[in-house]
């Protein structure tokens, strides 16, 4: 996976400073080595002024949902009182235009179905794409597939909604196959094996830093 930096990082994180202790993790844009964030001052930060990354997803037979809560696990680890960032995960169906807006990246995660998108997925975007429409510019995103063989089509679709929005691809997407090319393992409940979950948990704790630290 690759990183990129954007020029606000070289501009500088205006109130935390970076301290590398980490190996890069593969595939994160951000052009960094992958560090901790220490804020410069004791002080807790309220949870109004905190930057949110908001996971959205939806599944129907657990698969999504184990990436995407693998994804949230990880990226918690960045979440502390002196932390400047909060994480929310929500159902497609739960989330609406407001959770979008408050939001300052994102982690999409959605089932391929029929060679697209998990339809309650797409009905999430028709119902937030014009209220948020001129106002995420540059924010960074990530995508997660869960698909039987392909996933390929699912993740073209959630990309092109994002370049819509403007959002930076903050991380490489990740596909997860899970086999389901029969009637019965589409409708069988998945189990995700741990090295998928794993890409899955550097995605959100790669995108949680990027955002303590003002990567993204
Ligand atoms: C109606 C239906 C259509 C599907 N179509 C595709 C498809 O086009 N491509 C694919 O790779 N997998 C397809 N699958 C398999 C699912 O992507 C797979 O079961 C995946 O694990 C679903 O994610 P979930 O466990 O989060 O629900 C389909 C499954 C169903 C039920």
Redesign the pocket.
Known sequence: MRLIAPAAFARGAPRYSATLTRTPLPGIHTGRRSFSASPTSNDAIAQDDKKKLLIVY????????QMAQAAYEAARKAESPDSPITIQMLKARDAGPEDVLSASGYIFAT??????M?GIMKDFFDRTYYAALGKLNGRPYACMI??????ENAMRQVDRIAKGWRLKKAADGIIV??H??TAE???AM?TIEKPDLERCAEVGEALAEGMAMGVF
């Open positions: 939806h599944t129907m037979t657990d698969g999504t949902r089932p391929e179905n029929l060679a697209a998990a869960c698909a039987g063989s392909d996933g196959i899970t389901a090319q393992r589409c409708h998945k």
